[in-house]
């Protein structure tokens, strides 16, 4: 019978399948991070049990580390302590930390796969709901939650039941000045915040085969917004490329013997899916977020919408409520809102690519004066490859903070935090009340579009931009 990639994925990882009761699931790679394993860390000390596996399981610090300055003391005191937790746990446990002085340190998701830890094939879990960026590698990755974590560093291994398959089909091309980060809004805008609840998406056709590694991680990475349990995409040449020579990637013989192995992944042709949606890539446009919830979003031609005119009772109340926090009113177009902060960042578009591209925008320009803005590289290797190329120079001589790699504002859990009520254009992937900052305004872009809106001080539509 012909298979999905997540069935192929499945069928290899399942150690116990017990009657009526979800199956018991070898995972092949742990991502740890300092605030969902502190606790974990703690019951295995309290059973006195050992990490079952760690060589096969990393740890590094994201989420509350300062951006600058780091050879500071760390000022906040919950911070400070997760931080020192993790170090302490990873020594006692024996696993490989990236630490805050590591040259590979960085966000989680983007540096399992740039080391070549994620690979095809493989069952990958971390703490953390946004692990569905690595299914960009045709790997099963999926956010688990803290008591999953102890149970991971216990035994390798984790009950799960099996998600229904959901095919999103992207045909077409993506046009000009359209990424992946607006296919993935446009995916969340067409089928709902909770549209692929209960499903893993396997994105395909061609727009998603056009993607570069980046783009397909950005995809992923926000399947997590439309609800579903991870997100994949059948490897392929630009897969296997990405990976070759890359630290952990396997070499020579093994490499040759890896590759033939990934090629099998694929889903079969006639494989069956629970539900497959299908999505014109020449219809999408730049998005912007005009609410609290990535799905209410509309292209940046548009207006603010009108709550009167939403769909059901439920859809009004989240919009009046949604514009009120927001600070916005129905029928302003997007292009006249003005910010007062942005954002490059996080692991949806913090990798290279999303760098190379905002800065592309930026090249020959000042970020408007009104306008706070900082770069917070993806990782060491991120912040060290753009260098390289001085995309660092064209982002400060504009007037962007050039920072240390974090998640930073995206959540906002160190000192990069929006102030009560101002707005900010921001890359990350969620634009929650308080997200940012108490009271802190998000707008989710890509990073094109954030850097536009950097320069102009309100959102712009980046198909116009006179690049120098
Ligand atoms: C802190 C962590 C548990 C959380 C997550 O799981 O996603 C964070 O990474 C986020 O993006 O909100
Ligand atoms: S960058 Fe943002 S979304 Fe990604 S792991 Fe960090 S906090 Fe979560």
């Given at each position: 019978m012909p298979r999905t990639l997540l069935d192929k994925i499945w069928d290899e990882h399942v150690v116990y399948q017990p009657e009526d009761a979800p199956a018991l699931l070898y995972i092949d790679l742990h991502l740890v991070h300092e605030v969902t394993s502190p606790q974990a860390f703690e019951g295995l000390r309290v059973a006195g049990r050992?990490?079952?596996?760690?060589?096969?399981?990393?740890?590094?610090?994201?989420?509350?580390?300062?951006?600058?300055?780091?050879?500071?003391?760390?000022?906040?005191?919950?911070?400070?302590?997760?931080?020192?937790?993790?170090?302490?746990?990873?020594?006692?446990?024996?696993?490989?930390?990236?630490?805050m002085d590591s040259e590979y340190q960085g966000i989680v998701h983007v540096i399992g796969p740039e080391l070549g830890l994620t690979q095809p094939g493989m069952t990958i879990v971390c703490g953390d709901s946004h692990t569905s960026t690595h299914g960009a590698f045709g790997a099963l990755a999926f956010g688990i939650g803290t008591s999953e974590v102890e149970h991971v560093l216990a035994t390798q291994c984790l009950p799960q039941r099996k998600p229904r398959t959901m095919a999103i089909r992207v045909n077409g091309k993506l046009p000009a000045g359209v990424s992946a980060k607006d296919l993935a809004l446009g995916i969340i805008r067409t089928i709902g915040t909770d549209g692929a609840t209960g499903y893993v998406i396997e994105y395909m056709g061609e727009a998603v085969r056009s993607l570069s590694m980046e783009g397909r991680m950005t995809l992923c990475n926000m399947s997590i917004e439309a609800g579903a349990r991870a997100g994949m995409i059948s490897p392929d040449d630009t897969?296997?490329?990405?990976?070759?020579?890359?630290?952990?990637?396997?070499?020579?013989?093994?490499?040759?013997?890896?590759?033939?192995?990934?090629?099998?992944?694929?889903?079969?042709?006639?494989?069956?899916?629970?539900?497959?949606?299908?999505?014109?890539?020449?219809t999408l446009a730049p998005f912007v977020t005009w609410g609290t919830s990535p799905g209410q979003v509309v292209p940046v031609t548009d207006r603010v919408p009108d709550p009167a005119e939403a769909a059901t009772e439920a859809e009004r109340r989240a919009a009046e409520r949604a514009l009120q926090y927001m600070g916005l009113e129905p029928g302003t177009p997007i292009e006249e809102i003005e910010i007062d902060r942005v954002f490059i960042g996080s692991c949806t578009n913090a990798r290279l690519e999303d760098l190379r591209a905002?800065?592309?925008?930026?090249?020959?320009?000042?970020?408007?004066?009104?306008?706070?803005?900082?770069?917070?590289?993806?990782?060491?290797?991120?912040?060290?490859?753009?260098?390289?190329?001085?995309?660092?120079?064209?982002?400060?001589?504009?007037?962007?903070?050039?920072?240390?790699?974090?998640?930073?504002?995206?959540?906002?859990?160190?000192?990069?935090?929006?102030?009560?009520?101002?707005?900010?254009?921001?890359?990350?992937?969620?634009?929650?009340?308080?997200?940012?900052?108490?009271?802190?305004?998000?707008?989710?872009?890509?990073?094109?579009?954030?850097?536009?809106?950097?320069?102009?001080?309100?959102?712009?539509?980046v198909r116009r931009w006179q690049f120098k």
């Open positions: 050992r990490v079952r596996r760690p060589d096969l399981t990393v740890a590094t610090v994201d989420h509350n580390v300062p951006t600058a300055d780091r050879h500071l003391p760390i000022a906040d005191a919950i911070a400070a302590q997760q931080i020192a937790t993790l170090r302490r746990n990873c020594r006692e446990f024996g696993i490989r930390l990236f630490d897969t296997f490329s990405y990976l070759e020579g890359r630290p952990h990637a396997p070499r020579g013989a093994a490499w040759d013997a890896a590759i033939k192995r990934w090629q099998e992944l694929a889903s079969d042709e006639g494989a069956h899916f629970d539900r497959v949606v299908d999505i014109d890539a020449r905002a800065a592309a925008v930026v090249r020959g320009y000042r970020v408007h004066p009104k306008v706070r803005a900082m770069v917070v590289p993806g990782s060491q290797q991120v912040k060290r490859a753009a260098e390289a190329e001085r995309l660092d120079r064209i982002f400060r001589e504009a007037g962007f903070e050039w920072r240390d790699p974090g998640c930073s504002m995206c959540l906002g859990m160190n000192a990069d935090i929006l102030q009560p009520g101002e707005r900010c254009a921001s890359t990350s992937n969620r634009n929650f009340e308080g997200r940012q900052g108490r009271g802190g305004r998000t707008h989710l872009v890509s990073p094109m579009m954030a850097a536009a809106a950097a320069i102009a001080g309100h959102f712009t539509d």
